[in-house]
């Protein structure tokens, strides 16, 4: 592996390896798309873990934010084109362990 993919690769593991990522993303397919919303559908997720994942998400690319110019400000999240695609593989392994857990038995 290259300097320049290593290097883009561990970026992903950091994004994504993270517990809550997932969880983030599952939630954001899933139409939850504003922080509060999020952070009562994410069990156990704490506000500041929350945004952190947030920034992380959106500065890597899977997720789009939103913010309206409304009193109070509103921000929403959704999924980019990359953040579907990962959701999807997400959901690709989900299927497998279902399988392979199935196999074990």
């Known amino acids: 592996m290259s300097p320049t993919t290593q290097s883009a690769y561990s970026q ?15 939630a954001i397919a899933e139409g939850v798309s504003r922080p509060g919303a999020l952070e009562r559908h ?10 952190e994942r947030l920034r992380k998400l959106t500065s890597y690319g899977l ?10 400000p509103r921000t929403e999240y959704s999924l980019t084109e990359n ?8 959901d690709q ?8 857990k199935r196999t074990e038995t």
Do not use: F
């Open 12 to 26: 992903l593991e950091d994004v994504v390896g993270c517990k809550w990522s997932v969880s983030v993303l599952r």
């Open 42 to 51: 994410v069990q156990g997720i704490s506000t500041k873990v929350l945004s």
């Open 63 to 72: 997720l789009a934010k939103q913010v309206y110019a409304e009193v109070p």
């Open 83 to 90: 953040g579907q695609k990962l959701v999807r593989i997400i």
């Open 93 to 100: 392994l989900k299927l497998l362990d279902v399988e392979i």
